[in-house]
Nanobody, 124 residues
């Protein structure tokens, strides 16, 4: 089992940048592919970005690939999400998730472990 803790959320203005982090503990971090998802009030949880175990392969939601970047540091057991030019519609709780596979996935049902989430609020 792996435990995930997100950090880095907060209240920012439109156009600002923010970097989220997810720290993993428990099993070997490098055995897991990782993902970021978000959930806005009244909406379903949606895929943001995913990265495979090595960090060499990534996948993004089509509408976010220009502004968001996912990375990982297996030596530090951390996953990051760099978010640029934030918009009010990016307001959501952001979750990191882990799946015990070398392959990445955009399907939230394929992730076994989830963090508690970190709130990102973008004011206009």
């Amino acid at each position: 089992q792996v435990q995930l803790v997100e950090s880095g959320g907060g209240l920012v203005q439109a156009g600002d940048s923010l970097r989220l982090s997810c720290t993993a503990s428990g099993r070997t971090f490098g055995n897991y592919s990782m993902g970021w998802f978000r959930q806005a009030p009244g909406k379903e949880r949606e895929f943001v970005a995913a990265i495979n175990w090595s960090g060499r392969r990534t996948k993004y939601a089509d509408n976010l690939k220009v502004r968001f970047t996912i990375t990982r540091d297996n030596a530090k057991n951390t996953l990051s999400l760099e978010m640029l030019v934030l918009r009010p519609e990016d307001t959501a709780v952001y979750f990191c998730a882990a799946r015990p596979s070398v392959f990445l996935s955009s399907d939230l049902n394929e992730y076994d472990y989830w963090g508690q989430g970190t709130q990102v609020t973008v004011s206009s």
